[in-house]
């Protein structure tokens, strides 16, 4: 079992998304797909009903996610740890204890643009725009992943 977490900073807006769109992509007998924030304001709450309507759109059901902070046990349970923007890399690297912990944490859209250290942009403040924009970038950003994942 290869275990996978999405981090920003609500878990309302991308790291919902991130998850519904790649645990569609993959096998669930063989993969573990979450989520988790940074912060800790929308703990227990449905992802934004922006980002519930837009995954709806495109097929894909979040309403059985709930958020919930990330944690440094986190470490310790996924394999992989794909955070959304340079933000949540500095919060969730600022967690972790050894080297082995660092080594998991990676760029979401670095998977599209290696090296290149792109945010997918908080869309919160934004318009639905906004949130089919941040759509499209993980729905390109999984594609990659999951084909890596996958030759593993
Ligand atoms: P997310 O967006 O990190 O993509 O879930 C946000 C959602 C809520 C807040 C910030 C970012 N907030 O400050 O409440």
Do not use: W
């Not at 919902?16 to 645990?23: F, K, S, V, Y």
């Not at 709806?56 to 959304?84: A, C, E, H, P």
């Not at 942009?121 to 725009?129: A, G």
């Amino acid at each position: 079992m290869t275990k996978i977490l999405m981090v920003c900073l609500g878990n309302i807006c991308r790291s919902p998304l991130a998850e519904g769109i790649l645990r569609d992509k993959l096998s669930t007998e063989e993969f573990t797909i979450d989520s988790a924030g940074t912060g800790d304001y929308h703990i227990g709450d449905l992802p934004d009903q922006r980002s519930i309507n837009v995954a709806k759109k495109y097929g894909v059901d979040i309403t059985n996610q709930r958020g919930r902070q990330f944690s440094v046990t986190d470490f310790d349970v996924f394999d992989l740890i794909y955070v959304m923007d340079n933000s949540n890399f500095k919060n969730v690297v600022k967690l972790a204890r050894n080297e082995n912990d660092i080594a998991k944490v990676k760029l979401i859209l670095n998977e599209v643009y290696p090296n290149q250290n792109y945010d997918v942009p908080d869309p919160y403040h934004d318009s639905d725009q906004g949130f089919e924009n941040v759509f499209k970038m993980l729905d390109e950003a999984t594609d990659v992943i999951q084909q890596k994942v996958t030759k593993i």
